[in-house]
């Protein structure tokens, strides 16, 4: 539902090796929830609990916490993200049970630092906690296992909290999604693959899902702060436009494919938009690099001197290559503009969306900017 910076904070170096998977919060909860059950019905907490997973897995969770009281129990589980830079690695997800009016079923309530929904255009409607579908239908099959093996009716009430966990949504894109007070409860798989960058690329669908539901014909996509800053400079566009591409224009640009908005303005800094003209969909420094003899062809279709070629081709920043060709009076940034917004609707494949590409500088100032025709 929410996520992208979501889950994930700033990404480091991968570390050498192979990568440790970890699990999601959505896991965490259901963990702690089968946990929190089976003492509440038996007086007795599981430690290690183990759950299954959507694809059959079978983790086992330690236990960090446990309460038992006369018409309740409660679970904390510290989330194991491995070696994924998730921001919510290492928090403790707490599942409290407690006994429901017989025929209310089973229902979910945000505990201290899970947020509310506020916003139309998510998985979960507003005024509902921001716990997910897929981790819902997770907790729901382990209480109706559990309420079945003892002969009782599943009505039950589930409270998830986080402690802290509204100083870790000031670090995801909850605030801007409308999802107030805290983190979500993520997760469709269980797993969390390291690297994989899952999250971000789902706050960027639910980005454009809420902007959609807002009825807003207008998002930006932009590679960071300054970028966006820049661009929000010319519009001022509302904060639910504001779609946080950060590296993955693919992520932003296949999903506008099948959800499309009227308008698109990319924004980013030279060198980000110097990958994307050249193709690629993935800006991070890991996946992509800057092509120098890509640049030297623009550079010379500029009309940069050929004698100039060698300095391109040695240089070892893209920034280095624009401020040789800002010397030599040739405008690069233009031209790479141009190609990014010719994959953008590459991209796009025909989809009815209009795209505009912005450059800046590292300040912030506009290099280059195109038409949205």
């Not at 038996?42 to 330690?62: C, H, M, N, R, Y």
């Not at 006369?70 to 290492?90: C, L, M, Q, R, S």
Request: one cysteine or more.
């Amino acid at each position: 539902m929410v996520t992208g910076k979501a889950e994930i904070g700033a990404t480091p170096r991968k570390p050498g090796g192979s990568l440790r998977r970890g699990w999601t919060t959505g896991a965490c909860a259901t963990a702690a929830t089968k946990a929190a059950l089976t003492a509440l019905l038996t007086g007795q907490f599981p430690d290690p609990v183990s759950i299954t997973l959507p694809k059959g897995e079978t983790p086992a969770f330690p236990l960090a916490h446990e309460t038992l009281g006369e018409n309740f129990a409660e679970v904390g589980i510290v989330k194991d993200a491995g070696d994924d830079p998730d921001v919510t690695h290492g928090a403790t997800i707490i599942a409290r049970i407690s006994r429901a009016a017989p025929g209310t079923g089973i229902s979910f309530r945000a505990g201290d630092g899970v947020g509310m929904v506020t916003k139309a255009g998510l998985p979960i409607q507003p005024g509902e906690p921001a716990i997910n579908p897929v981790p819902r239908q997770l907790m729901t099959a382990e209480v109706e296992a559990l309420c079945a093996e003892h002969g009782i009716a599943p009505d039950i009430e589930i409270t998830i909290s986080v402690p802290g966990g509204d100083a870790l949504a000031d670090q995801t894109w909850n605030p801007r999604l409308g999802i107030l007070g805290g983190i979500s409860i993520l997760g469709t798989t269980g797993i969390v693959h390291p690297f994989s960058c899952s999250a971000w690329i789902h706050s960027i669908h639910r980005g454009i899902d809420v902007a959609r539901a807002e009825g807003l014909d207008h998002v930006l996509g932009a590679t960071g702060s300054t970028s966006e800053a820049a661009a929000q400079a010319i519009y001022g566009l509302p904060e639910t436009a504001l779609v946080d591409m950060g590296d993955f224009a693919g992520g932003l640009l296949k999903y506008l494919r099948a959800h499309p908005v009227q308008k698109l303005t990319i924004a980013g800094g030279f060198a980000k938009l110097t990958k994307l003209a050249q193709g690629a969909l993935d800006l991070h420094s890991g996946r992509s690099q800057v092509d120098m003899d890509f640049l030297l062809a623009e550079a010379l279709n500029a009309g940069l001197d050929p004698a100039q070629g060698g300095r391109i081709q040695s240089a070892n920043t893209a920034q280095e290559v624009l401020e040789l060709t800002t010397e030599n009076g040739i405008d690069l940034a233009t031209p790479i503009a141009k190609r990014a917004r010719a994959t953008a609707l590459e991209t796009l494949r025909g989809a009815p969306v209009a795209v505009e590409v912005i450059v800046t500088d590292r300040k912030g100032d506009i290099l280059a900017r195109t038409d949205f025709a």
